[in-house]
């Protein structure tokens, strides 16, 4: 099971990183949209996990990247700062299947991923 992971904070990333890898998942990074959406076009991902604002293309952008662009409907978890009702509302419109703010609890994002990784 592979997972990808965009995220623009170096500490943050080796968090989701550490505990995705300890919970036995492949993870590939990327410091922003862009580097995520060209790992997408190389390699088989099975769940995105994004933030939102990075640098160059942005969290939302990938994720209407993977919903019109990618013939596979990749499930995507959000994991941002932000936490207003309407850039959640706009995530989830675009494709998002679950939205975590930060700071967030780990064992959270995991039961989110298996939840997904078992529906697709």
């Not at 009702?85 to 967030?104: I, N, Q, V």
Request: with cysteine.
């Amino acid at each position: 099971m592979t997972i990808l992971v965009c995220e623009d904070n170096v500490m943050t990333l080796r968090a989701i990183e550490f505990s995705l890898k300890k919970a036995g998942y492949e993870v590939f990074k990327a410091g922003d949209g862009f580097q995520g959406i060209q790992i997408l076009d190389k390699e088989k991902i099975d769940l995105v996990v994004t933030d939102i604002n990075m640098p160059y293309t942005k969290g939302l952008e990938l994720i209407r990247h993977i919903n019109t662009q990618m013939e596979s409907k990749i499930p995507v978890i959000v994991i941002t700062g932000i936490t207003n009702d309407e850039t959640r509302a706009h995530a989830m419109e675009l494709g998002a299947r679950g939205y975590l703010t930060k700071p967030f609890d780990p064992k959270v994002m995991l039961d989110m991923v298996k939840c997904f990784v078992v529906e697709s």
